[in-house]
């Protein structure tokens, strides 16, 4: 197992802001309480400040704007237009048969 090595700031930041005598640890509610309580408080004002980004920009229009480039035409070919509709009219026909033929499976409850 490696050992990982901690330098003596980290330890002295620890004992500065944490107790970690197990003999001085106490239960504190009011202190867990407030903390709690901020951290939900921060959340929420949050989540209040993104919703307000979000309100504004679609406000504004600014979340649905495309850019003004030009539009590409695009030129087919009537040799691949014919090409992909004579596959869909195949597909078209094996489902036709499909559906007029009797299905070849067996019930097994009878």
């Known amino acids: ?8 700031v980290f330890k002295e930041f620890k004992s500065k802001f944490f107790d970690t005598d197990p003999m001085k640890q106490e239960i504190a509610l009011l202190r867990d309480w407030a903390l709690l309580l901020s ?3 921060l959340c929420i004002i949050i989540g209040a400040f993104i919703a307000g980004v979000v309100f504004v920009s679609v406000n504004t229009g600014e979340v649905f704007t495309l850019p003004q480039e030009p539009a590409m035409i ?9 090409f992909a509709l004579g596959i869909l ?14 299905p070849r499976i067996s019930d097994p409850s009878l």
């Open 1 to 8: 197992m490696i050992q990982i090595k901690i330098p003596p």
């Open 39 to 41: 951290g939900f408080f």
């Open 74 to 82: 695009r030129a087919y070919s009537e040799e691949k237009l014919d």
């Open 89 to 102: 009219a195949e597909r078209e026909e094996r489902l036709r048969a499909l559906l007029l033929e009797r």
